[in-house]
């Protein structure tokens, strides 16, 4: 079911960019929840575009009205769906290039898929701003989860050829992560941040664009969540992490450092430390057999740079014919800060979805 | 659903590795379809154990029986089930550390899931075993999708520190396909062959095992197929790609290297040769926006070392003892080469199931 | 999965009865496809409120609003969403008795499934409201099926005592089923209209409510749609007809009936007639094994009587004391005129989904 | 899924009459769950042929073999598979009418939706023999339910025209559920039994069949049960009910006879009774708003007779001829009893699935 995701807990999403709006069903979660509806904004916002040079210059406050589900407060167990209005549209910036297909983009796929007839005003429902419904989705899993003392945090771990340290996998302070989900540029070195938007600023100058690569850890996750083949923990999580666009590359834990390595070196030995079964290192990342042993689960995304780029490229136009397309409108430089909330919250999504 | 995946297709296993037998229903399979029962056996032998030093001694033929769906060589459209005996079981080798988690396998992460009472002897429901009936299912399914002219195929892409040759991603012969599909042991480059095998031979000398990247191709899948979002076609072939044991990783296309890439570079211009729409590039690995484009699928996966190793190891048992454990019985030293067939399998796979 | 229904079509509603408002997201629907809006309307009304001393008072226009997938009056592919604002709330009337648990309403068993969190203002998300997404959507899926020039009728067959003869089930006209599509109180034999009537207005005016029967057909149906087991026609049809609010039994073709008959009675003898198969008789209303034969679709669904009556009555209040109750507000006195569109639009919706 | 039903527990089925074996595969039961198989055994017994003259003469004793996710007595918590090879299949009883449809049976449609290719050996998917994997399915599932002490219990409440007394909806003692479980012909009053008998043998007598009806009805089953709309506890019963060959209606509670009654008679007056939310009447059988209210569930199922009768019909072969038939084999008078424990089984599978 390509808008419907989830077995516990069912998302649906719905929604162009372009459009009358954008939202979410969610189906699944418990009656009596209290929804801190501020921290969803503040979820929304880290996501939002024009905050900043680094992103683009549409700028939309993403406001959401809940319609169902939610009654005093509190979430009433029935199926809660969420409302972002499309305000800030320009489609005109589009408008020229309607029948050219934008390289790196959908344009072309989804024209086959649907026979020209979807909407492609912003690039329509394939648009990033889809991961909006997401972010609230995962903002209140995050909400959820908190209760249960997980604690879900991602950082920039890579823009371009600008590298910053990776997760220490066995040991993962809560303040790390609370600390990664209040930053607006989240790196785990900050000295490094500068270097990584200089980057980017030097990307969008040039009028092109760059990717990155984001690592996420999730901590306190019981041990035996998950389950063998088809419904691994690292199947399900994957599944819902290439729904991202832009995703192109996921690994968990060594990943594909795993090449390389001996099993005297990768296996990680267990031990019990004062009655908690612990691994002395976490080369897999949290999961084994597709179930959680209790250690940090950490992974990381690879993100393909913005395909769309103010340099001249070649392409086709809907009548087939070889044309040439300079890709106007407003767009981020790279997508990789805008993201972070994105990747956790449908980890978030996840979690909750198998817990 | 943890032993059943698909949704035009859908696949259900079970077993374990030391029970009576394991199997496959098959349901969703179109009627009048002659199956080439040698080529499934053919399949199955590529994966099975004991042909060569550099895999397990176990031997097991895999002779697979239809119980249902099938008659007078073709599919009936109903289900199709198909049951591997097991036959040579030594539950001895393992019964001395029946009570000792093995490093880097489910041995806990499975303790704690089923409480103690999943079968596992020879890794139980966990084991590699199981992916014979998935080399079955996908037999099955190759010789379905060349029906349709779509050839999948896959090779060895490093093993340890030894690495060869990647696809040329845009252009991918069939021939080279089927070759890799009656190698014993595919490398694009033959003459790497050897230095790869000795790489395996020294781990196995050394009691230990190591990890490598298997790469996969599919070539003549039309544009159009998968969806946006939750159904992306990186999404259904990741959700079954990591239901493979030992699998971390998962990259299409230029996959992690995108994070170093500019989007004029990443961009696959687009043209029109001939009355074909092709790109002149192949990072994408042939999907946008979760849709082929056309071009070949590509993708990589990482492996990691087989966990049985002959090198004594820290652990706990389950009285939740400090422990040392040295893995006994027969197993691979390392399991890339015997992963490639289940590889292919899974591809094809998904690729019947959002056809 | 509650809210989501579907295999190829999936429908998610969301919504209660005086929240913001209600609504459906349509996933699957093909690219391309006209909608004519105000044929949706048209099923709309038919199923509004207020329309006459037959029912409710509660006056809603039921004015929906798409959000998504529909661009230039086509849908584009992507999921469809429309949602119809609440505007004629008057919670004051169910305020007084928001702790006692309405006999014969679902106020007892959701209050204990949310343990009390769910919104019951007018009934929430129980509400028989939530049933017109449910036309919406069967109003585009009739639309489609009319293409392949299924059509979709039904007819009030019974209220209280008062029966009206049943469908011809071997030969039914298209025009007798276009006939009882535009009528406001459908029934087959026009003279029995003012006594089914007049039983609702009776039982109206003693405060009290009335039961029926609805009969359903479906022409023009291929043979071949349905499955064995799991997911016989039967099966699909009475997942969703059992959605609806009320509806208590539902039986196929001769139905209850059966159980006094003889085999030789029962079959329905098969005969080709210029290269048509048909069946002389049709007790087994078009099904066989699961699967459609050709022959017309019938079945019939027994509505219980509006819970909500203006009678006194012993129930419980949240608290678990014995109490009375006279349930105010403005309801229906008998659901059956008003839930025939309910019952066509859901078969719509299930054949649709097989097709 | 034609062949895999169920979201907590899934079940997957296969086989045909007169292939190799039929089985069932069970996946997400608990671990450590101890399988009475002697229990088993007894309730596929109450299924099996050739017990009395009552039903068919083909003589299977069912006996099954465990395949996996069963070690040492007791469930391991991953799929559990089981087979019940075909031992005295007559095929030859078939042969000669391969080609004619036999009117009342799936042959027609079953031959368009697989364009000829099933399997037609016995009914091949379609045979009611494949309803034996369903009792071992629900024979575990009535262990589990015991455990919660929830217990099922189905009865004949009519055999052509002869009736016997419906269940006190109100208060069903274990007891009686017990015996009809141990009962071979199970009616609730001992002295119809020879009644209906007697219908049965005459109808064999004369070469023809005759259909009835089956109640049934869990005690003790906790309120809160099931969900509104799409997964209300009527669609998930009905849509396992609805996949046993030859059952053409349910209704629950009152059911069709809902449409002569007021709503002053038709609500369960509410009251608490000790601390223990009860009520007067049972006319919804145990369900309000799809979710159980704590009171009997209670069902009813026409069951169609047996369509295989040794009279001559009309019909058409495959060639599109129109000819006579005389369907030759062995076959049941009346599939009623043996029904029962049939019906048991799919309410104990469904009950599991939503618990």
């Known amino acids: 079911m390509s808008a419907t ?35 969803i904004s503040k979820e929304m916002a880290r996501r939002a575009p024009g905050r900043s040079p680094l992103a683009t210059a549409r700028t ?30 320009k489609s005109t910036d589009y408008e020229a290039m309607n029948q050219k297909f934008r390289p790196g983009h959908a344009d072309y796929s989804g024209y086959i898929k649907y026979n020209g007839f979807n909407d492609i005003r912003g690039g329509g429902h394939f648009s990033g701003r889809l991961t909006a419904p997401l972010v609230l989705a995962g903002a209140i899993g995050k909400q959820l989860l908190l209760q249960k003392n997980i604690l879900i945090g991602a950082h920039i771990q890579r823009i371009g050829s600008v590298s ?17 989900n209040n930053q607006e540029f989240a790196v785990l070195d900050p000295l490094i941040v500068e270097q990584m938007q200089q980057c ?29 083949f088809f419904d691994s923990l690292e199947s399900t999580l994957t599944h819902l992490l290439f729904s991202i666009p832009g995703i192109k590359g996921v690994e968990f834990g060594a990943g594909f450092n795993f090449a390389e390595m001996c099993g005297s070196v990768a296996n990680d030995a267990i031990y019990n430390q004062d009655g908690v079964i612990k691994t002395t290192t976490n080369h897999n990342g949290g999961i084994l057999g ?43 430089p790279c997508i990789v800060p805008r993201a972070v909330p994105v990747v956790e919250a449908v980890t978030a999504m996840a979690i909750l979805d198998i817990l």
């Open 290 to 332: 597709g179930i959680t042993n209790g250690m940090p689960l950490i992974f990381r995304v690879a993100i393909k740079p913005t395909p769309s780029i103010n340099i001249e490229q070649h392409t086709v136009d809907s009548k087939g014919e070889n044309v040439m397309i300079v890709v106007g409108g407003r767009h981020d």
């Open 200 to 228: 980017i600023l030097s990307a969008k100058s040039a009028g092109d664009s760059v990717g990155g690569i984001i690592e996420t850890a999730a901590i306190n996750l019981p041990a035996g969540l998950g389950d063998p």
């Open 5 to 39: 995701w989830g077995k516990k807990i069912r998302y649906t999403i719905f929604g162009e960019s372009h459009g009358k709006g954008i939202g979410i069903t969610i189906d699944g979660l418990p009656p009596g929840f209290e929804i801190d509806l501020a921290e």
């Open 164 to 180: 910053a340290p990776q997760f220490d996998t066995v040991t993962i302070k809560p303040a790390v992560l609370a600390q990664l």
């Open 60 to 89: 939309e406050k993403d406001a959401f009205t809940i319609y169902s589900g939610f009654v005093n407060g509190k979430t009433t167990g029935t199926p809660l769906c969420a409302i972002i209005e499309n305000l800030n549209q």
